[in-house]
């Protein structure tokens, strides 16, 4: 009996215990007051069709899929809306510039696609400002959604002012959730033409607003930046009252390290990175890498008092589902190709995605004028421009670079950014963007003579790395010249650099000295070993000038092409000689 009584009592203490747990975990963890379903895309620059890119693959090794695409975006913005319809969409901003979409249908386009989308909001982005001041009334007029500005006074502009808000209110599940929109400041020094349009400090103007809503009793605050990744950082730690901010302008890649590596990609931070605002409220920071290529998806829960009490990620990458390797389409049937796949689930970010057919069949119309365009005639080559250390294409781009942003001492450009040698005869535009199909855009950096002499090393030892010393292969450039010792040793190998001055003369580059100097976007990133123009410390601006562009503006300009004469590169196979250019 005693023993019963025993095991009795310490049921009752046990299920007490269990009791007083529940409760304290209950006060101390209270449930939600309000979820949030968050989708955003920043930086998507006209990129309407999917971008071969290519992966390394664990296990596979290097791969090219077909990555983003707004009709593989609309699939997967459908499935989530099934299941979540009250969800917001929104755009870091822009949304203009990066592909012949842009080029030929000057920018409606974007909008009427983004409209399929079914976009809540957008904030601008530098680049919407490539075209000036005049079509962006139009753009806004063709958007279903607001375009949001905070710091961006168009009073000067009054066929813009009376169409941009400085934010949005939305009703959500009964909630009202705000909408700030902010623009970098750096806007009239990277785009084409502000016309009369004045950009206000984003930290304040963010202050200045948040009061506003607050006033109004709204306390669940989104802004929409196209600042900058480490600028939203720095907002979000010098005010009060932002919950969340979406970013754009960096192209940043934000996600789990250890899952991204297996497809070969590293972000730039978590995903999403989450600071202590100047109250001590939490704040989540989140971006959408770029070109449609990741759609973020955030549900955050906010307490009553509207403070971030919690919050689940699941970002996606939309995929393809054909691969290549080495040019080779890899069969569905094969092992290569499931595994791919399964390395794909294993990313958990990376999934395969069919397109949309209703987005599909509303862009072909556009896909055969852009086939049309392909075919006609640029310029004419009078003999085989054949890829060489001094030959072919390279040094043409190069020059072109150098011709599209005057104020540039040097132009430097990565061995593979030009995909193919050009035969003797016209010059299509299919041609063109065959040797320069990635539609980077080109980038202006200051590099002093020590950096500018430690991104070539870096980049020779990464093309003898990959392709070795029996033909060497080097980078493109313009208005320098050097000699490249193959013997010495890594870190070494560059001698005799000399830069071009404003009389066309060569002198010696001194370590300390600036040259501004021009690239593309894959460089600017430090790509193929450029490691140094990535950490250059000093000016750097993006022109919104698409490498492919500068290249057809810059053919048509001569008319007639062929190999340059000039010896830029001169590689000396031993300490007593040059071998052959």
């Known amino acids: ?146 375009w949001l500005s905070a710091n961006i006074d168009f009073s000067a502009e009054p066929a813009i002012a009376p169409l941009v808000k400085p934010y949005l209110i939305k009703t959500v599940a009964g909630e009202k959730v705000a909408i700030i929109g902010v623009t970098t400041e750096t806007t009239p020094q990277t785009t084409h033409d502000v016309g009369r349009v004045r950009f206000n400090d984003a ?12 006033a109004q009793g ?54 999403p990175t989450e600071l202590a605002a100047l109250d001590g409220r939490p704040v989540l920071v989140a971006q959408a890498w770029q070109w449609g290529h990741l759609l973020g998806r955030l549900n955050v829960q906010f307490d009553r008092a509207g403070v971030v009490s919690g919050y689940s990620a699941k970002q996606v990458i939309p995929v393809g589902e054909r691969f290549s390797r080495d040019g080779t389409s890899v069969s569905p049937e094969s092992s290569q190709y499931q595994a791919i796949v399964n390395v794909l689930a294993q990313s ?66 990565n061995y593979g950014g030009v995909r193919k040698s050009l035969l003797s005869g016209m010059i299509s535009e299919g041609d063109l963007l065959e040797v320069m199909p990635f539609a980077d855009t080109l980038v202006l950096i200051d590099l002093n003579g020590s950096e500018l002499q430690a991104a070539l090393e870096g980049n020779i030892d990464f093309l003898i790395a990959k392709y070795g010393l029996k033909q060497p292969v080097m980078p493109y450039v313009a208005g320098i010249r050097f000699n490249v010792q193959l013997s010495a040793p890594r870190g070494s190998r560059v001698t005799a650099l000399t830069v071009r001055d404003s009389r066309g003369n060569f002198q010696p580059v001194e370590p300390a000295a600036l040259y501004r100097t021009v690239v593309n976007t894959f460089v600017a990133g430090g790509g193929d070993g450029f490691a140094a123009v990535k950490n250059a410390a000093g000016f750097r601006s993006d022109s919104g000038i698409i490498d492919s562009d500068a290249f057809r503006e810059y053919l048509k300009k001569l008319g007639t092409v062929s190999n340059s004469d000039e010896q830029r590169i001169t590689i000396l196979q031993s300490a007593g000689g040059a071998g052959q250019p």
Not at 25 to 33: D, E, F, G, I, L
Not at 203 to 214: G, I, K, P, W
Not at 249 to 263: F, I, K, N, P
Not at 363 to 380: D, E, I
């Open 218 to 271: 709204i306390n669940k605050i989104i802004l929409l930046s196209h600042l900058g990744y480490q600028q939203d950082l720095q907002l979000a730690s010098q005010v009060a009252g932002v919950d969340l901010i979406i970013g754009g302008h960096s192209h940043s890649l934000l996600g789990d390290t250890t899952r991204l590596a297996v497809v070969g990609l590293v972000p730039d931070g978590a995903y």
């Open 348 to 413: 958990g970010t990376a999934q395969i995605v069919a397109e949309d057919p209703a987005v599909l069949a509303a862009l072909a119309p556009y896909q055969r004028q852009l086939a049309q365009f392909h075919t006609a005639v640029v310029a004419r080559a009078v003999e085989d421009l054949k890829r060489g250390v001094n030959s072919g294409p390279g040094p043409l781009v190069a020059d072109a670079m150098l011709g599209a942003l005057p104020n540039a001492q040097v132009a430097l450009l």
């Open 1 to 146: 009996m005693r023993t019963v009584q025993n095991r009795l009592r310490t049921f009752v203490q046990a299920l007490a215990a269990f009791v007083l747990i529940m409760v304290v975990s209950a006060c101390s963890t209270p449930p939600a007051h309000f979820s949030l379903t968050l989708l955003h895309l920043n930086d998507t620059h006209s990129h309407l069709e999917a971008v071969p890119v290519t992966l390394e693959i664990d296990g596979v090794g290097s791969t090219t899929a077909e990555l983003g695409g707004f009709a593989r975006i609309k699939t997967v913005l459908d499935r989530m809306r099934a299941s979540e319809p009250d969800l917001l969409l929104l755009h870091g901003g822009d949304a203009l510039q990066g592909t012949l979409y842009f080029t030929l249908f000057n920018g409606g386009l974007e909008f009427d696609f983004l409209n399929l989308l079914g976009l809540d909001a957008m904030t601008f982005g530098n680049h919407e400002f490539d075209r000036g001041t005049a079509p962006i009334p139009g753009w806004i007029k063709r958007s279903r959604f607001p």
């Open 203 to 214: 930290v304040a103007s963010t202050r200045r607003q948040v009061a506003a809503l607050t």
